[in-house]
């Protein structure tokens, strides 16, 4: 069933049940037992807010308040959204990109997104299940997307190995991924948006995107926990595709 942007359906999946039987290792390695994940879950504004808006997650909140600062997100922007499950930053650009075609109008966007979980439909969305690390992975979505993009943005995090400095590589690797794409698909003038974990290694990349893009920005969003070493990088303004084997990605 395809349901509404704002659609409360999908947000009490058995992936939130599943949760609650784990233990979440924090930014500082301590451990939360699933009775403080669940006190933490209770007492956060962003969680009650995400519930009374018909959010998906309290991630959506990171790209609204991203957006809200660098504007990417425009009526008639076509956005590529990897790592989407369970869907909270495709039911943002939706509304966004106004990819619903309401009688606004405005341009018409569209929303891609990709992830290796299953997602519940999101009306305006076009949603696959896939390993964005997997052979071929960038030319299937580029099939999906038909053409070219104004947003690339990814949210993908590879589940916690419980170490920081492989969580950091992994994390490493698929804005690479991530980037290797946006720079292939983006329109000149296009934007990057990416998680990435404090960690060290990421120098290459930073370097890599401000020779390839007018801006670029490493933001930790409110929306984002404290105790979390995550923070996004916004590259904007991309500079055209680089010449083939000449400042490429990965
Ligand atoms: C923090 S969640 C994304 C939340 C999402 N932005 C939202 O608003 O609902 C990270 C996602 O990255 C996905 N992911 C991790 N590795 C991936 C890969 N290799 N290919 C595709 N998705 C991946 C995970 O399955 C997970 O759903």
Redesign the pocket.
Known sequence: MTKAPGSRAGKTSGRGQRDLRVRVKTAKGRKLSSTLWLERQLNDPYVARARREGY??R??FKILELDDKYRFLVPGARVVD????????CQVAVERVNALGEKSGKAVGKVLG????PVDPISGAEIHQ????SEGADEQVKQWLGGPADVVMS????ASSGHKGTDHLRIVA?VEAAAALAFDVLEPGGTFVAKVLAGGAETDMQALLKRNFTKVANVKPPASRSDSSEKFVVATGFRGRPEKGDDQPG
């Open positions: 998906r997650g991630a959506a990897l790592g989407c499950a369970p869907g909270g930053w990709v992830d290796l979980q896939l390993d964005f690390l949210d993908m995090a590879a698929l």
